[in-house]
């Protein structure tokens, strides 16, 4: 009676399972708390983890335990709390679909939204408005942190204009 | 009660079809937030000055409120093994418990925004605030509907009725959750 | 009416308390599929009497600058702008939007896949509600202080976000909030289309057992569902703009007017093909029919409509060249987008490849099938040409776009809407539509058609920038051979609506007065033609819900006598 559609990722069928898209889990409710202690372990190091990377110096331990911990807190509660994993596949498949056109719209636009030069074009009025205000903060200026450009973030990723004008912050704005 | 159709008790797929309802909304709000989320991480990696306007902000009840979020989620979860298990009433407590870490999340947000705002860091300070806030706008706001729906779920569980719900309601909680478990070092970690 | 002839339903599902609706609940919350989908094809076609009497206003103001325009008085700059984007919104998301996909998706979707109505009727009901709701945001908009909004239905900023550009504060954000809304209800008429299509299935029915309109508009509505959430999250955020003075899409204040542009494009080329796959739908259920012929190729038109979708989203700054996007990006787009030609094109070679050999009558729908493919294709072929990027370089922005997408939407959104509307009108009201009346209609619309948008090809060749409102003071555009095919345009546009009254008598004196019709006036073999005509509430008696044996395109298989098996008939 039931035969496979190819195109998996939008239509499927059920080979007559039953109501449920998973079978009963045999998870009792330890396992939520577990998962649920594990969360809240994940949150403390995601928290204290950037402190560590700002007194440290190193952005890449606050990338790590900010980001990374919260892909793998998303993952457990995907994974443990909604019980994707023993959803039938097609649900997976379009789920992924829709993150990866947002990756898709990132990397995208990212070129002319995130750079503000690129090959034969440059925003000027972009790097105008960074200039002003990092001079703006580093004359002591309204937003009361007295001079400190506090490093940034995440210029490591995402580079191919370049900056040359000293619109930057590894720049020695003072 | 409700008229329901012979449409909506089949399942060629093999998933309830109010699970798959679910599971395609949260397709759709993946981009909605993704959409959002995509433009703030473009401007805030464009424009490094906003790391000294991102550290004004409360990471102490930042915090506070991905705890009561991660709370919330375990309730939601155990209100939906107790639906399982068929057990309506406890289905609805856990529920109740659920609102109560919606009601708090948001009561914390209230103090939170109320004390930004009373320092000048307003939506149209700059560009930073204006995503901050319009990002966990959007989120408190898909929290005030998730917090809705679960007492309207929770009204006929607690009955002994349509527990399947109790499911389905958890699974769009899990998703506010998510969202925020990135909104929070998007805007509370990364200075 | 489209409950008129009630099946024996006496007897429902055991959760429905059995009573007759009261005309409340019938007509002003209702919640069977068929009518749902009633109400939304004649509010949208109701709009397109707004849209087309837009167009009407200007196309007058260009053809005869400065003249009053009967019914409509002078055209000023202004109002000029106003016009030309509430034609552009109006057509789009308030007309071809609800009549292909809401109307006939929710009249077609229940009955095609034998189900008795979708599987949420309230949320139904309430995405129906939502939509009037955005409606009458819409009218508003017209009506407030300022006027109606004229920054282009594509609302780019600084011009849409800064009212002292916009000149319309109020009507700005009311555009805005109507067209958000709009989206709120597509998304919950989405779901709904989607859930049924995939899980209420008649038994027996596989995936191949489909039939085209019913995939078409199930993956049309999960292009819309996955583009859509960027430009929510933009419209947000230049509502905010406009209202609260963020600077999102200010480069002053650390925003990027770019950034709307790709939100907005990001949706805006999917979006295309939302409204594109139902029409197709369509012509491959009409053209199998009225061919007497398998359709070619169905798991090659599927495969091809899903991967026309998945590369919709990948073409989107094709829109955006001149923009000032980065090159390197424009040439990625270039090849993208001269790549998606390439499944539609054997899309309409597939549904030609399906004529051959057919036993080919030429009734009305059938006659509005052949005529999409053919003025489709002309559109289509346009628009590889504004697909490389060097060539848009001239032609952006010029006549030759708008007449490529006329000569997409066009068919998109009229033709494909005749096409489907002539041939389940039968099913719709219970009578036939008259044949004489609906050729008349056919050719009076077909030929026009031709008439204005070549003209107007031949003036963006020539230079005619877009959104400008008088010519004249343009020496090298105002010479008088330009203006001749200005006025020639618009007088086919006089035409095209003279003979649309054709049509709206066609529709109400059949409804009343047209040949009855019984069950399946053109034997064809899908499951909607095994209902009355038109079909009671639940569509079957509930002990009598058809099973599937076969796919919907079983048409001259040798060796039967009929030419034609339905799908429910067992084997």
Partial sequence: MSDNAASADKHDHGDGHGDHGHGDHSHGVDFYYKTYAVLLGLLVISVLGPEVGEATGLQIITLITAFGIAVVKAGLVIRNFMHLTLEKRFVHYFLITSLAFMFLFFFAVAPDVLNHEGSNWVNEAAIAHIERVQEEQAAGGGHGHGGHDAGGHGDAEHHEGGHDEGGHDEGGHH | ?191 | MSEAAKVDAAHHHDDHHHHEPTFTEKYIFPLDHKFIGMQYMFTGMFMALFGGFFVYAFRMQLAFPGMSVPGFGTVSPTEYNMLITNHGSVMIFWVAMPVLIAAFGNFLIPLMIGADDMVFPKLNRLSYQVFLVSILILMASWFVEGGGFGGAWTSYPPLSADASYSMTPLGSSLWLLAVAVEFAAFLIGGINFITTAMNSRAPGMRAKDVPMTVWMICIASILFMASVGPLIAGAIMLFFDQMIGTGFFDPKRGGDPILWQHLFWFFGHPEVYVVLLPACGFVADVVTVFARKKLFGYQTILYTAIGTGVLSFFVWAHHQFVAGIDPRMANIFTVTTVLISIPIAEMMFLFIATLYGGSIRFTTPMLWALGFIGEFLIGGVTGIFLGASGMDIYFHDTYFVIAHFHYTFFPIAFIGTFTAFTFWFPKMFGRMMNETLGKVHFWGTIIPLNTIFIPLFILGAAGQHRRIYNYNHFPDLATPDLQALRVIATVSLLVLIAFQAVFIFNVIYSMFAGEKAGPNPWKSNTLEWTTPSPPGHGNWHPNDMPTVYRGPYEYSVPGREDDYWPQNEPT
């Fill in chain 2, 1 to 191: 009660m409700s008229f329901k159709p012979i449409a909506t008790t089949r399942s060629a797929t093999g998933v309830m079809t109010a699970k798959l309802a679910i599971w395609w909304l949260l397709a759709s709000e993946i981009v909605i937030f993704g959409g959002l989320l995509a433009a703030y991480i473009m401007h805030r990696i464009g424009h490094p000055e906003w790391a000294n306007y991102a550290v004004h902000t409360n990471t102490m009840l930042g915090t506070l409120n991905t705890f009561i979020l991660l709370t919330s989620s375990l309730t939601a979860v155990l209100a939906h093994h107790a639906a399982e298990q068929g057990d309506g009433p406890k289905a609805a407590r856990f529920l109740y418990m659920t609102i109560g870490g919606a009601v708090g999340f948001l009561v914390v947000k209230t103090f939170e925004w109320s004390n930004e705002i009373a320092h000048g860091y307003t939506i149209t300070a700059n560009t930073f605030w204006s995503f901050y806030y319009t990002a966990a706008g959007i989120h408190g706001a898909h929290v005030i509907v998730g917090a809705l729906c679960m007492l309207w779920v929770a009204s006929t569980a607690r009955k002994n009725q349509e527990l399947h719900r109790v499911e389905n309601v958890g699974l769009y909680w899990h998703f506010v959750d998510l969202v925020w478990i990135f909104l929070f070092p998007l805007l509370y970690i990364a200075k």
